[in-house]
């Protein structure tokens, strides 16, 4: 299924290199307490909330947090008869940066790691931006404990297909002013948030992040392996910001990788769309929950 809500596309080139890197950083905690799960030698924060035989794990991108997921896990819509866990990636919102290089297998262990804590055996995955293909690789490590996949404004295909093209993106945060080109990339990339004040948080999140893992985040998708089209068995939800990126091709992708892949298309919001319309980003979202029985 393709859907669509009517209206124009505001992203900038900027926002591309989002879709395929990730989100770091330490901002705005959470409200539930915040619990943390052991990962080589060091732990993993999240937060966990609600019960019920559904548990949803939902995934930040680059230089962000789990509080991006603020208004779903809020939502009671959400929460009827469901757990919700949100979760802060290595280096990110309150877990500390690790000691092992960013990965996107390390994003997938430090999933496993929260899970395990948890005591959850399978989940549905909700990743934004990099949390895209982080929840991705998850899949492909832990097929049993992966019930269902729901991609929001992520992509399952490389936008760079030579690593000089990731270098020429990367080597601007590699510098001695890495502070200022990251402030200059957020901001032009944050232009089409809706809220101004929404603007100003996210933007004061994803500056905290450290050089080492702003680059980091990056640098995790580069593995071509991450990028290989081998097939999605689990059902998909992909949710999209209508933008010149997620063309009818990269859907014919998609749903050559997922062929039941319920594909959406929302228009009038920025990258960061469950934030700009919190409400029929979950209606989607529970709509989807529902058919699948969950």
Not at 200 to 205: G, L, N, P
Request: aromatic share 8%; glycine share 8%.
């Amino acid at each position: 299924m393709h859907g669509r809500v009517t209206g124009p596309w505001t992203a900038t080139a900027l926002l591309l290199a989002v879709l395929v890197s990730g989100c770091s950083t330490a901002g705005t905690k959470a409200s539930v307490a915040v619990h943390r799960a052991p990962l080589d030698g060091g732990d993993v924060a999240y937060s966990d909330q609600g019960q019920g035989p559904t548990t949803l794990v939902f995934v930040h991108g680059w230089c962000c947090n789990r509080t991006v997921f603020a208004a779903q896990l809020a939502d009671p819509l959400l929460a009827r008869g469901r757990r919700l866990i949100a979760i802060d990636l290595p280096g990110h919102g309150d877990s500390a940066e690790p000691r092992a290089a960013y990965s996107m297998d390390l994003f997938a262990r430090a999933i496993a790691a929260v899970l395990d804590d948890a005591g959850v055996q399978r989940a549905v995955l909700v990743g934004h931006s990099n949390g895209t293909p982080a929840i991705r690789q998850f899949y492909r490590r832990y097929p049993q404990r992966t019930a269902g996949l729901v991609l929001v404004d992520g992509t399952l295909q490389s936008f760079f297909t030579e690593p000089a093209q990731w270098e020429q993106f990367l080597a601007p945060l590699r510098g001695p002013d890495w502070q200022q080109r990251a402030a200059d990339f957020v901001d032009a990339m944050l232009a089409p948030v809706h809220s101004a004040e929404q603007r100003a948080r996210i933007r004061a999140m994803m500056l905290a992040a450290s050089q080492r893992t702003m680059v980091g985040g990056m640098e995790a998708a580069v593995d071509p392996a991450i990028w290989q089209p081998d097939p999605i068995a689990v059902p998909v939800l992909a949710v999209m910001a209508d933008s010149p990126y997620w063309t009818e091709e990269y859907a014919a992708f998609v749903r050559q990788l997922a062929p039941a892949v319920d594909y959406h298309l929302l228009d009038s919001v920025s990258h960061f769309l469950m934030i700009d319309a919190p409400a029929e980003f979950d209606a989607l979202l529970a709509g989807w929950l529902g058919r699948n029985g969950w």
